[in-house]
């Protein structure tokens, strides 16, 4: 089982910045390609963002957050991040990492909130 511990998010008005972190237990972590998944109130979890494994040589982002979001990686801290900038009423979810292709089992999430 992989421990996956989300955290750094909160309420905030629009326009503001979050960054999000996410830990992993797991070894090779540094190999795989990692993504940041949003579950918005009752809509399904969708992949917003992705980073290639190693170095995180290429990066993806879902339409409705590419210019405003930017996704990194920290090998020796086995971590992921994700800053988010500018951000709008409908970034509100529940933020979730997980590979790129959502293999792992799922961590309990960190809550962002967007409003005035």
């Known amino acids: 089982q992989v421990q996956i511990v989300e955290s750094g998010g909160g309420l905030v008005q629009p326009g503001g910045s979050l960054r999000l972190s996410c830990v992993v237990s797991?070894?090779?972590?540094?190999?795989?390609?990692m993504g940041w998944y949003r579950q918005a109130p009752g809509k399904q979890r969708e992949l917003v963002a992705s980073?290639?494994?190693?170095?995180?040589?290429?990066?993806n982002y879902a339409d409705s957050v590419k210019g405003r979001f930017t996704i990194s990686r920290e090998n020796a801290r086995n971590a992921v991040y994700l800053q988010m900038d500018s951000l709008k009423p409908e970034d509100t979810g529940v933020y979730y990492c997980?590979?790129?292709?959502?293999?792992?089992?799922w961590g309990q999430g960190t809550q962002v909130t967007v409003a005035s």
């Open positions: 797991r070894s090779f972590f540094s190999l795989v390609a």
């Open positions: 997980n590979t790129d292709n959502s293999i792992w089992n």
């Open positions: 980073i290639g494994g190693i170095s995180g040589g290429w990066t």
